[in-house]
């Protein structure tokens, strides 16, 4: 509860019960109620609702009780193994034994080369691809011993005459002039149309009564014997019917609309010499023929090329030798003879077993497991009163008097009805005062009636009516 609420509380010397909530209460009043004109209605508080409940409560719960029976023993002798039977590892050293093996130095290999000299050079591999592309497959089945040679044929060209144009074919263009002829017309200078002439409105002038703002009821706040107790109660809201608005204007209103009439305009016209075309200007075209010259020129019918031959085939190809070739020559393996130490017998393990050592010993021998012996014991209750919540309290719009709908004979009759029910409300003068104020909080409280306002059901419970 916030400071401002308990000082307001505290000033009206009422006491706050035990059994108010701290929390916010819960708010109902964000739309205004459905009423007729002349009814009021206040914000107030309406209290939680309690209940007393029989309650039966677990005291203790149901738990079993536990008792253990010890395991049972023996006395028995057993044969241990105090030492593992183990195997035990002699060694034996390596044999070897002399063998004489020959060793391949130098593989034997097939090398292509410029020629069978001594000093001639390996052929490069460019070299080597030209010979095999122009020998096809041959050079790749060709054996140790043979050779191939590379020939060269120059470029082949023949002379021949031909025609050229030294000047294209065209044409040559002349103009047949057009022919005119004077006559004369007579031509429309200005189109007819219509002239447009306004006729003005004719207007009267008229009385009328005019509706400014139509007949409704709206809620005002209102203000009463009953006022504000905390920061959100005792707001006070009445439905009050305000009478429609008229006022009486002149106004002008057409008599006659305007119109228009229209007047028909004629054509103008007027004769002139016209200049017209009996025959169009024409074009006329003249074929001009080509010129050609004969020129003596040298076309190529072969390109020059080379080409690789077998150097053991009698027949000689076409061309000129270039000196390049290309033999396989044969170059023998090398060996080397060597005595080597070969393993006869590698070096290894002899394996030796050692037995296992055993002694006796005595030893407890289980006869019987440990176990355990369960018994339940039944849960207590107890029953117990509770006062329980049914509903929370909450802010709601409920019907009350105010200045709109009080007379001071029902704020006597009020007064009248707490005074004899034992509330202090000083003097019964039909004006509620603080007293007043204070005394109808304190009835509404003791009866658990909303607070917050004089409302309609504390006056019934009061037995006050209106």
């Not at 308990?6 to 708010?27: F, R």
């Not at 009439?261 to 016209?269: C, F, S």
């Not at 169009?280 to 390109?303: C, G, L, N, S």
Request: proline share 7%; aromatic share 6%; hydrophobic share 35%.
């Amino acid at each position: 509860m916030n400071n401002k609420l308990t000082a307001i509380i505290v000033s009206a010397g009422l006491a706050m019960p035990m059994h108010l909530s701290l929390a916010e209460p819960v708010d109902k009043t964000n739309t205004l109620p459905d009423a007729k004109p002349g009814q009021c209605y206040a914000k107030v508080r309406v209290p939680a609702k309690y209940e007393t409940r029989q309650e039966k409560v677990l005291v203790r719960e149901a738990a079993q009780k536990i008792e253990t029976i010890p395991a049972k023993f023996e006395l028995a002798e057993k044969t241990v193994t105090v030492k593992a039977a183990q195997t035990k590892l002699v060694p034996e050293p390596v044999e070897y034994k002399k063998v004489v093996e020959k060793i391949e130095t130098s593989p034997a290999m097939n090398l292509w080369v410029t020629s069978f000299d001594k000093q001639a050079k390996p052929a490069s591999p460019g070299l080597l691809a030209a010979a095999k592309q122009n020998l096809g497959i041959k050079i790749d089945e060709a054996v140790p011993g043979m050779c191939f040679k590379e020939y060269y044929t120059p470029t082949q060209f023949k002379t021949e005459t031909q025609d050229v144009v030294v000047k294209e074919a065209a044409e040559k263009v002349a103009s047949i002039p057009a022919q005119y002829e004077t006559v004369e017309e007579r031509v429309m200078v200005k189109e007819p149309s219509e002239q447009i002439i306004e006729v003005p409105a004719t207007y009267e002038t008229v009385t009328e009564k005019v509706l400014i703002e139509p007949a409704k009821t709206v809620w005002k706040k209102g203000t009463g014997p009953i006022e504000k107790i905390d920061n959100t109660t005792g707001e006070i809201m009445c439905l009050v019917e305000i009478p429609a608005r008229y006022k009486t204007v002149k106004k002008q209103v057409v008599k006659t609309p305007a119109t228009i009439k229209k007047v028909e305009i004629a054509a103008l016209y007027q004769t002139v010499k016209v200049r017209k075309l009996i025959t169009p200007e024409q074009e006329q075209r003249t074929k001009v023929p080509a010129t050609y010259q004969k020129i003596t020129k040298r076309k190529k019918v072969a390109d020059a090329r080379f080409s690789w031959h077998p150097a053991h085939e009698a027949n000689r190809p076409e061309g000129n030798p270039t000196g390049s070739q290309v033999c396989l020559k044969e170059i023998p393996a090398k060996y080397q003879t060597v005595t080597k130490l070969v393993v006869s017998k590698p070096a290894g393990f002899a394996k030796q077993q050692l037995p296992a050592g055993t002694e006796t010993i005595k030893v407890k021998k289980l006869v019987a497991k440990a176990s355990e012996k369960r018994s339940e014991i039944p849960a207590e209750y107890k029953t117990v009163t509770k006062r329980a919540k049914v509903s929370g309290e909450s802010l709601e719009w409920r019907q009350v008097l105010c200045e709109t709908n009080m007379t001071k004979e029902i704020a006597m009759r009020v007064q009248q009805a707490l005074k004899d029910a034992g509330y202090n409300v000083g003097a019964v003068d039909g004006i509620p005062g603080g007293a007043t104020l204070r005394a109808v909080d304190a009835y509404q409280r003791s009866k658990g009636l909303p607070t917050g306002g004089l409302t309609i059901r504390t006056l019934e419970s009061l037995g006050v009516k209106i």
